[in-house]
Structures are given as structure tokens and as C-alpha cells.
């Protein structure tokens, strides 16, 4: 079993910036691939970034360019560092990881409002 804690969420202006973490622990094997999604009120949860243990990464096309995902093997982290913020990226943020069968955090809040 994996467990995935996320930290990071909060209440920020739009155009602001926002970090997540996120830390996996438990019987780790070996993580394949990790990485963030979110799901807003009413709406179907969606992917916003993956990235591989070989470090290839995919964005969703409405973060590209705004959002960098980064991971740290020897701590088994994964970060989210979110820039240019938007009203839209208003949701709950999921972390995701595949190892061995795929595992989900309890999500944090990130809300864009002025």
C-alpha cells in the first residue's frame, strides 16, 4: 500500500502562485509515474500534469506553460509549482501515483479569487 499526503493548497489572487507537494510512504516498491490532478465542483475530474521515473513529463493543454511538475525519487515527492493562476484552475487537487496499481491522495483545496 501507498499513501499520499498533499500539502500546499490555499486561497491565492488570480495571476498569483501556488506550490503543491505531495509525499508518498507505505510499501513503495517502485513508483513509476506521478503526478496532479483536479476536479471542480460539478465537473469530471481531469488530469493536469504527469511525470515519469524517467523524468518525461505531460501537461494539460490549458497549463501548459503556466504549471512545472518536478519529482524527487530519493524522497518520493512530487511537486506542482503553479503560476499565472487562474479563476478556472479553482479546484480540489489530487495527487496521483502508479506503482505497481494506482494510488490516490485526499486532495487540497486551491481557490483563485480576489
Known amino acids: 500500500q501507498v499513501q499520499l499526503v498533499e500539502s500546499g493548497g490555499g486561497l491565492v489572487q488570480p495571476g498569483g502562485s501556488l506550490r503543491l507537494s505531495c509525499a508518498a510512504s507505505?510499501?513503495?516498491?517502485?513508483?513509476?509515474?506521478m503526478g496532479w490532478y483536479r476536479q471542480a465542483p460539478g465537473k469530471l475530474r481531469e488530469l493536469v500534469a504527469t511525470?515519469?521515473?524517467?523524468?518525461?513529463?505531460n501537461y494539460a493543454d490549458s497549463v501548459k506553460g503556466r504549471f512545472t511538475i518536478s519529482r524527487d525519487d530519493a524522497k518520493n515527492t512530487v511537486s506542482l509549482q503553479m503560476n499565472s493562476l487562474k479563476p478556472d484552475d479553482t479546484a480540489r487537487y489530487y495527487c496521483?501515483?502508479?506503482?505497481?496499481?494506482?494510488?490516490w491522495g485526499q486532495g487540497t483545496q486551491v481557490t483563485v479569487s480576489s
Open positions: 496521483w501515483a502508479w506503482s505497481r496499481g494506482q494510488y
Open positions: 511525470i515519469t521515473s524517467g523524468g518525461s513529463t
Open positions: 507505505g510499501t513503495i516498491f517502485s513508483i513509476n509515474a
